[in-house]
């Protein structure tokens, strides 16, 4: 048996004294106990299997099923919920009491469901582990289950793997791995074995390859130093599992007003009870009957179905817009963000390499289009120029399809590129100049060719044409490419090279945020068959262009970042890729008038309270790993801000958690991102943000709006009731018809308003205060006011037909028909809290209004006149005279709150006015 053990009992490492990134390769070899041409024994690899457990991560503890279940009832408002329907059922109202226990179960059973795909988070983040692995064990490569792999083993890495586990990288060939997901990094990573310094950020340890990343390039071979959860992967998930998701305002401030109407309502019931029984003499069973009616009429069982029911409709309205909402109460949050965290890979970005500049000796193009598609042009100083006037930029473009491996093909409207994304780039580059690849390497087929390695920092390749000249291609980073350059292609043909020229050039283009790549040729190699680097390292070649390539962004992102700054909505930019790209590309975002940006690494020195001083006012977070982003949302929180993350990848999945909303990619976004995430954008595209948190206002206004129509009901007919008690009256109403009014109001009138169209202003609005609670100061007001009304219609009815000689059902028929017509006018008023609705939109803008009043007057007529609702509520058959009064009501109602509105609107213009003044 083969053994790479140097003692008999040495103690196993997972890692050094430094950290492996930061430590020589042999010196972590000699920690891991293992001989690089050897690998671990099989007896080696099975003791450290038993010590370190498999390459897993580990599940999580989580609730049982019955417990998440259970705990969907544990709400303030539910338990008043849950009151009403047991009340209700002791009346001997089954039906109705059923109604309302329906509505708490299909709400538990939402949440149950939501909180069950949350949890797969986890899970989707285990999922990202490879299931294969290459190794060296026992002097001889095999394959094993990646679950398999031990701290010790050395792992072959070849193009299109996945990394099964954190590596040591001992031996590298032109290896490039693409760990977008894990550091947010926009391009493949070239790699090599020399360490860095022990502070280096994850996105800097060229050294390392990190389980779940993809190799993008080349071959490689490396050491295990971690497993399992504690893989780099491991750790994010151990903190997804740690992060607590907050609840949002709208929960928030409906659990606060349900605890406050709870105890409303029993001091206004005890009160009335203690009232009626010491003062008026009531007996103590009428008194309780008066006191139980008096609660359900205060208690609006209707407002949780609304409020369910206008979230789902919101998140209809987002599908269309392509906003997919996994959990409901995400919809209203979004109405409320301050500040939008947006990665920037995939999400700002396209996450497709472009060449955007190229820079000759002679000019500087600029290249118009973005992505992989060959749509755009080339121009100088701002003025579009043809191609054919500038040959240079034909010899440019064949020169970058011949030293290129990649292919570039069609995907329905999108274009792929099969292999590297920066060789890609060139062939589109090369498309736009009017070349087509195939025929160009038809017309010069490769002899030979030098792979890119990271050394070396260079590819070449020889091309023959059919005439059997030898071209010689160049490819690779602008010092190296310079170095091995005896000329520049200038206008007149070739001359020395301009080192201050390029220098100008490529430092203003680095400036931009850009990758430099340089093109070179050397003609004339018509004998040469073979390529060595001798070849090549003897120089000689003429310097065609230094390309300028980016990651651009979307221009609807532009657009988008836009909006929501007229929104009063600060966009912040996270990301692992550098500061100078980032910058850049925030500029050209527009995310402020002054861009600024500050790394991981200062992120790092912070403490918390700098960290909450500082993040206000700085856009961009550049090389920033999963616990920055995961401080900067606290940070931001801390400051009283509600918070949208966006990303795509595992590293994002913490920080997506905690946000009070999470924003996953739908294409390009990982499984553990999306189900993280309270939302996924189908189209992977940042301007849905700015659909979808318009869609938010409006839902938000439309609660508020039912609100302000659902809770007037209430004080109405707890005041018509308080009223009655106190001047010892008859009962102007039943429990039981106070019920029917309450569900009649939530499922016919208030539910119109849950398809309100957007306010014409709702994006011109700073984002109201998270502090803000629900019943504002006006919203109380208009409360009161409306219920005021209301009161004086239904009592003074109910005393007008007694004062007549009705009976009491008819006078009672006639108060509840009062309170509903009052309703169904105060309908229209409530469509807008300040524009008045006296005309022709107010009435008829909304078609699901009219639709409602229908269904409520046909909901009535049944309730008066059909003899088995007379029996059950104890109603009479009106005449046209009480209709005729009761309209009237209704009409009043309507004028007096429009003249309520302009009355509030002339005293706040007056107000503004007199501060404008002061001011000046």
Same mark, same amino acid.
């Given at each position: ?242 992060? $607590? ?40 069973? /009428? ?78 193009? /600029? ?161 040469? $068959? ?30 988008? @970042? ?31 008038? $002054? ?47 509600? @918070? ?18 999470? =924003? ?115 919203? =109380? ?17 109910? @005393? ?121």
């Amino acid at each position: 048996m083969i053994s790479a053990r140097t003692g008999d009992t040495p103690a196993v490492h997972t890692k050094t004294e430094t950290p492996a990134h930061a430590a020589a390769a042999e010196s972590v070899l000699r920690a891991q106990d293992v001989l690089r041409h050897l690998g671990l024994d099989t007896s080696e690899a099975a003791q450290r299997l038993q010590q370190y457990g498999s390459n897993t991560l580990p599940p999580p503890a989580r609730r049982g099923p019955l417990l998440r279940f259970m705990l969907q009832f544990h709400n303030v408002l539910i338990y008043v919920l849950l009151a009403a329907g047991v009340v209700t059922a002791l009346l001997g109202h089954l039906i109705d009491s059923g109604v309302i226990f329906g509505v708490v179960l299909i709400n538990a059973v939402i949440g149950f469901i939501q909180e069950g795909k949350a949890e797969r988070a986890l899970d989707a983040i285990r999922n990202m582990l490879s299931l294969r692995a290459q190794v060296l064990r026992d002097g001889r490569r095999q394959e094993i289950a990646a679950d398999g792999l031990v701290p010790g083993d050395i792992v072959f890495l070849a193009s299109g793997d996945k990394v099964p586990a954190d590596l040591r990288l001992v031996e590298v060939r032109g290896l490039r791995v693409e760990e977008a997901a894990l550091t947010g990094e926009s391009v493949a990573v070239e790699k090599g074995v020399d360490p860095v310094a022990a502070s280096a950020v994850l996105g800097d340890r060229r050294c390392m390859a990190y389980s779940g990343t993809l190799v993008a390039h080349g071959q490689g071979a490396g050491v295990v130093v971690a497993t399992g959860a504690q893989t780099e992967i491991g750790r994010i998930s151990a903190m997804l599992g740690e992060v $607590e998701t907050i609840t949002t305002p709208l929960l928030r401030q409906m659990a606060a007003f349900g605890r406050l109407l709870t105890w409303v309502i029993l001091a206004v019931a005890g009160l009335t009870f203690a009232f009626g029984t010491l003062v008026r003499g009531y007996t103590a069973g /009428e008194m309780f009957l008066a006191a139980v009616g008096l609660a359900v009429a205060v208690i609006p069982e209707g407002l949780p179905a609304i409020m369910t029911i206008t979230l789902a409709i919101g998140v209809q309205g987002m599908a269309r817009r392509n906003a997919i909402i996994r959990r409901l109460p995400a919809v209203e949050t979004l109405g409320s963000v301050t500040v939008i965290c947006s990665d920037k890979t995939g999400t700002l970005t396209r996450n497709e390499m472009t060449a955007q500049r190229v820079i000759t000796a002679a000019h500087v193009f /600029e290249v118009d289009g973005g992505g992989y598609a060959p749509h755009g042009g080339f121009a100088i100083d701002g003025g579009e120029v043809a191609v054919a006037a500038h040959p240079l930029l034909l010899e440019i473009a064949r020169c970058a399809v011949l030293c290129n491996d990649a292919a570039l093909h069609r995907d329905g409207d999108d274009w792929r590129v099969a292999g590297d994304p920066t060789e890609g780039a060139l062939l589109t580059l090369a498309r736009k100049a009017g070349l087509e690849e195939g025929f160009e390497r038809e017309a010069a087929p490769r002899t030979d060719v030098i792979p890119f390695e990271s050394e070396h920092r260079f590819m070449a390749t020889l091309n023959h044409d059919h005439h059997g000249r030898g071209l010689l291609c160049l490819k690779g980073a602008p010092e190296r490419v310079l170095g091995l350059c005896a000329t520049q292609r200038g206008p007149h043909g070739d001359e020395p090279i301009d080192h201050a020229h390029w220098d100008a050039a490529m430092h203003a283009a680095a400036r931009d945020g850009m990758r430099l790549l340089a093109l070179a040729v050397r003609e004339g190699e018509d004998a040469l $068959e073979t390529l060595t680097f001798a070849d090549v390292e003897r120089g000689g070649f003429t310097l065609l262009a230094v390309l300028g390539l980016s990651d651009p962004p979307r221009e609807d992102a532009i657009r988008a @970042v836009a909006r929501c700054r007229s929104a009063g909505i600060q966009v912040k930019m996270i990301t692992g890729d550098h500061a100078a790209t980032a910058r850049a590309i925030g500029e050209r975002l527009g995310l402020a008038a $002054e861009v600024n940006a500050i790394s991981g690494a200062q992120i790092e020195s912070m403490s918390d309270e700098a960290l909450q001083r500082i993040v206000a006012d700085t856009e961009i977070f550049a090389r920033a790993s999963p616990e920055h982003k995961l401080r900067l949302v606290r940070a931001l929180q801390a400051r009283g801000e509600v @918070v949208a993350m966006t990303g795509d990848g595992v590293n994002d999945a913490p920080a997506l958690k905690r946000a009070d909303v999470g =924003v996953a990619m739908g294409r390009n976004g990982t499984e553990a991102a999306k189900e993280a995430a309270e939302m996924v954008l189908a189209d992977d595209n940042f301007a849905s943000v700015a659909a979808a948190v318009e869609e938010g206002r409006t839902v938000y206004d439309n609660l508020r709006k039912a609100i302000a129509f659902i809770l007037p009901t209430n004080v109405g007919q707890g005041g018509i009731l308080l009223a009655a008690v106190v001047l010892g009256m008859t009962l102007p109403m039943t429990p039981a018809q106070i019920l029917w009014v309450n569900m009649v109001t939530a499922v016919t009138l208030a539910l119109a308003l849950a398809f309100e169209a957007p306010e014409r202003d709702i994006m011109a609005r700073p984002p109201r205060d998270p502090a803000e609670p629900l019943l504002t100061r006006f919203l =109380v007001w208009r409360v009161l006011f409306v219920g005021l009304l209301l009161v004086g219609g239904g009592l003074g009815m109910f @005393v007008w037909e007694i004062g007549q000689g009705a009976s009491v059902e008819f006078a009672r028929t006639a108060a509840v028909n009062a309170l509903m017509i009052g309703e169904a006018f105060y309908l229209f008023n409530v469509r807008s809290f300040t524009g008045s609705v006296l005309n022709r939109g107010g009435f008829l803008g909304n078609r699901y209004v009219l639709i409602a009043i229908g269904l409520m007057l046909a909901c009535q007529a049944a309730f008066t006149y059909l003899p088995a609702m007379q029996a059950l509520f104890g109603t009479a058959g009106l005449d046209v005279a009480a209709w005729t009064r009761i309209l009237g009501f209704g009409v009043l109602t309507l004028l007096l709150v429009e003249a309520e509105k302009a009355l509030i609107k002339n005293l706040n213009h007056g107000r503004k006015a007199g501060n404008t003044r002061t001011t000046q």
